[in-house]
């Protein structure tokens, strides 16, 4: 059964960093697309970052860019991302997911498999 286990949230304050990680099991790990993805309270689920099955191609919203890094290793089927710069606009549950495409592909509604998150709380 394919399974995905986020784990690395917690409380941080502001300009901090936090490192999420997405255990994987259940499934050939690299032939899928990996993503991040977040739902802060009273908004939609939007894609953070993507990543294609061999590590080459990545994808970030642009309210991340140059702050966070996703990262995957295939041998330990775990995708990994590295959040420095932390704003408290960042606070949300942050949810990894596996879509079985060559692509990088950030739209959630393309993925059919995702794990039960963690929360990230950024605050003073």
């Known amino acids: 059964q394919l399974q995905l286990v986020e784990s690395g949230g917690g409380l941080v304050q502001p300009g901090g960093s936090l490192r999420l990680s997405c255990a994987a099991s259940?499934?050939?790990?690299?032939?899928?697309?990996l993503g991040w993805f977040r739902q802060a309270p009273g908004k939609e689920r939007e894609g953070v970052s993507c990543?294609?099955?061999?590590?080459?191609?990545?994808h970030y919203v642009d309210s991340v860019k140059g702050r966070f890094t996703i990262s995957r290793d295939n041998a330990k089927n775990t995708v990994y991302l590295q959040m420095n710069g932390l704003k408290p606009e960042d606070t949300a549950i942050y949810y990894c997911?596996?879509?079985?495409?060559?692509?990088?592909?950030?739209?959630?509604?393309?993925?059919?498999?995702w794990g039960q998150g963690t929360q990230v709380t950024v605050s003073s």
């Open positions: 997911a596996a879509y079985l495409t060559g692509l990088c592909v950030i739209d959630p509604n393309r993925y059919p498999y």
């Open positions: 259940g499934f050939t790990f690299d032939y899928y697309s």
């Open positions: 990543i294609s099955p061999g590590g080459g191609s990545t």
